[in-house]
């Protein structure tokens, strides 16, 4: 078979070169036919047949040069001249033309050049055809034309950003020129393009936010900061390419929010404050959007909230008290009241409406943002723990909830569901509270108050709130309380054993008597008091006394009149009364079934009172609201002269009245009992640490107290220095020799 002849280089370039006019030519659109399988057929033959040419017929060295000549030919001859007569939006389109011309050539020539990819390329590690073809035109056109083109395209987007229509997939075509050009790279895109987009962008921006912060107020200056900000995204949707986004929205951010943030926040009758002060919800939201893009740019919108709440409590606590005081000075005189619950009973109310203003702009305006949430808690901390007129938050909230809780208090005329929405809005309120142990003290005062007198609205309502607090401050807190609630129901079973003793025994005696037998670690510290009873009430006691020692062994009965009630009938000369007072008050009453007159001095020796508790005792019987008994002088203080008589012509327009209970400084013993058991608290937190760390310097030890009881109060440094040295004279610590600022746990 004979061998066949070889193609010369030349020659066989000559007829590929035809090929390649016969493409440049319906690339042009000029008239020429396409091309046929056999057409392609024979290209592709050539160049197999020079390729695989015996040495030194070989020709695919040169094969491969001139097929990166053909394309600098095309584009020297063609494509750069028809470049160089187009500007702005038109070389746009004529690039994006020539770039689609180019890949359709570079795909039929690669095709053409099959054999040298197949083979060739990859024994020398060279460019593949495809890459040759893209390596020609960036290094021939787009080296030359992307300053130009770029400029085209920067100037359409500022026209886009002044509210012209620009031809999106113009500019989305071209830039992919830019991407495509980097072979897989970013590099073009980002240092011919996106670098000077970065710079236009932050210029374009600086001048818009220069005009507008002089001219607008803050709501209409957030409003365009937030078409911007969605105008950028838009355009990164629409033609850029999405590793932009973050770098050209943080230009934007830096310019128009964060170099504005602190004369934005504080522009006049327009900035954060104003806009909290008028409850413009919707803008603040808007505020909490654009400044939580900015690294640190919510912690000054959270410190103006903060401030803003904290000033409207602190308002509200001025305003309090100087209505209590007015009113005080107002009744000053006047028959003795609580002159100063009604206006604390507001301003709990109010508390309460403000915390669920001020949660709910957290909620909806700050997207619950815990940092909001931390401002909230530090601003009502803040004013939450002032006095108002004197009186702790602990007490008002104390005070508020008993009111609530009382049959005939402002709970009454409110739904069960309206009254457990108000009482656990309470207890969320108490986490703003440092004397938590004031507030138990004071709750577990007015609880035993309704249980013992039967005033509890409900005792549904008692347990939910003793759920609350246990889950608000632990089971501790509420261990007391709860026992309280669970003796009342077993003091009922008892005076139901009781009766039913009475009547196994034929026992029988002159009044109804109803005894409530209580476990005296749950309940407060009462004052004990040997009151001299009346003789019916002597037989019912001494009755009692029978029964519970024939059922119950090892129990020693002690009684706290001053908490028990009567009910007494008064026969005044307009009408018959029933009188609801407490044992010491009745016992005083009855002595004037015998005597029509009787001096302070005889009351005293017949009930058996000291000083202190006659005097309260009258003067709630004699000088208050019901004026029972008739007192000489007639005047609203209580000396030992006065001289006391049954009060015949008392008139009222009901038939049934309570008389108030003998005021007492409750306040001052609650807050003797709480710094009392404080230093126990204080003594246990410093003896607990010590015993687990044997040896802490002074600092530490102090700083380890103050952290195990703050849950509870908020401890003075100073009483626990006071008891550092109480443990050391006691030997539970002792200084150590050669520094005395560290302790040591005696074992």
């Known amino acids: 078979m004979q061998d066949r002849k070889p193609i010369e280089l030349e020659a066989g370039w000559t007829f590929m070169q035809n090929g390649i006019m016969k493409l ?122 992307k300053v130009q083109a770029r400029g085209a395209i920067l100037a359409l987007i500022e026209r886009e950003r002044e509210g012209e229509q620009v031809d999106r997939a113009l500019l989305k075509n071209v830039l992919g020129i830019f991407i495509e050009v980097g072979m897989g790279g970013m590099d073009c895109y980002a240092d011919d393009f996106e670098k000077q987009l970065l710079s236009d962008s932050a210029a374009h921006y600086k001048k818009k936010a220069t005009a507008w912060i002089a001219e607008d107020s803050c709501p209409d200056y957030m409003l365009k900061a937030e078409e911007c900000l969605k105008a950028e995204e838009e355009r990164v949707a629409n033609y850029l390419h999405v590793d932009t986004k973050p770098k050209l929205l943080k230009e934007v951010e830096t310019e128009i929010l964060e170099h504005y943030e602190s004369e934005l926040l504080e522009k006049d009758n327009s900035g954060a404050a104003s806009l909290m002060r008028d409850d413009k919800k919707e803008d603040l939201a808007r505020m909490y959007r654009l400044f939580q ?55 709990m109310k109010t508390v309460i409406e403000l915390h669920d203003k001020y949660l709910q702009y957290v909620v909806e305006s700050f997207n619950n943002s815990s940092l909001f949430h931390k401002a909230l808690k530090e601003a009502f901390e803040s004013f939450c723990n002032k006095t108002v007129a004197g009186i702790t938050s602990a007490e008002l909230m104390a005070n508020f909830c008993n009111t609530l809780l009382t049959r005939g208090g402002g709970g009454d005329k409110m739904t069960d569901d309206a009254v457990e929405e108000m009482l656990d809005k ?141 009910n007494l009938r008064a026969n005044f000369r307009s009408k018959p009364i029933d009188i609801t007072t407490n044992t010491t008050q009745a016992t005083v009453l009855l002595l004037f079934n015998a005597d029509e007159k009787l001096s302070l001095q005889e009351i005293k020796e017949r009930v058996n009172l000291p000083d202190e508790d006659i005097i309260r005792i009258l003067h709630s019987i004699s000088c208050g609201k019901y004026r029972i008994l008739a007192k000489e002088p007639n005047n609203k203080t209580i000396n030992k002269a006065d001289i006391f008589t049954f009060n015949a012509a008392f008139t009222d327009r009901m038939r049934r009245i309570r008389l108030p209970a003998p005021p007492s400084d409750e306040r001052k013993k609650v807050v003797e009992d709480v710094d009392r058991d404080r230093r126990y608290s204080i003594d246990a937190a410093i003896v607990r640490t010590m015993k687990s760390r044997k040896i802490l310097q002074h600092q530490q030890l102090v700083l380890e107290v103050v952290q195990q009881l703050q849950r509870m109060f908020q401890p003075d440094i100073r009483v626990i220095k006071k008891r550092i040295e109480d443990l050391i004279n006691r030997e539970y610590l002792e200084r150590d020799k050669d520094n005395p600022n560290t302790f040591r746990y005696m074992a």
């Open 24 to 145: 440049r030519k319906l690339l042009e659109g000029e008239e020429e036919e396409q091309f046929t399988a056999e057409n392609y057929m024979m290209l592709y033959t050539t160049i197999y047949n020079m390729c695989t040419q015996k040495p030194p017929y070989d020709y695919s060295e040169q094969l491969y040069n001139r097929y990166k000549d053909s394309f600098s030919l095309y584009i020297r001859e063609k494509v750069l001249p028809a470049l160089r007569e187009h500007h702005e939006e038109y070389l746009l389109r004529e690039l994006y033309k020539r770039w689609g011309n180019h890949k359709v050539m570079v795909r039929w020539l690669s095709r053409f050049f099959n054999y040298l990819d197949r083979y060739y390329i990859t024994r020398h590690s060279l460019h593949s055809l495809n890459d040759v073809g893209l390596i020609r035109f960036r290094d021939d056109v787009y080296t030359e034309v």
């Open 293 to 347: 893009r900015i690294p640190k740019g919510l912690e000054p919108v959270a410190e103006i909230f903060k401030k803003h709440v904290e000033a409207e409590g602190m308002k509200l606590v001025k305003e309090v008290t100087e209505a209590i005081q007015s009113k005080k000075e107002k009744d000053a005189g006047k028959p003795s009241k609580d002159s100063g619950s009604t206006h604390e009973q507001q301003y």
């Open 426 to 566: 309470v207890v969320k309120l108490l986490a703003y509270i440092s004397d938590k142990d004031l507030f138990a003290e004071f709750y577990r005062k007015r609880l035993s108050r309704r249980l013992l007198a039967e005033r509890s609205a409900s005792d549904d309502h008692e347990r939910a709130v003793l759920t609350r607090l246990k889950q608000q401050c632990g089971a501790q807190f509420t261990s007391k309380m709860e026992g309280m609630v669970t003796d009342l129901q077993l003091a009922r079973e008892k005076q139901q054993g009781f009766e039913a003793w009475q009547k196994e025994n034929g026992k029988t005696i002159s009044i109804d008597m109803s005894v409530q037998v209580l476990t005296t670690g749950f309940w407060p510290q009462y004052k004990v008091v040997d009151l001299a009873l009346p003789q019916e009430m002597v037989d019912g006691v001494s009755l009692f006394k029978e029964f519970y020692e024939a059922t119950v062994k090892h129990r020693r009965l002690q009684w706290y009149y001053h908490h028990g009630y009567a």
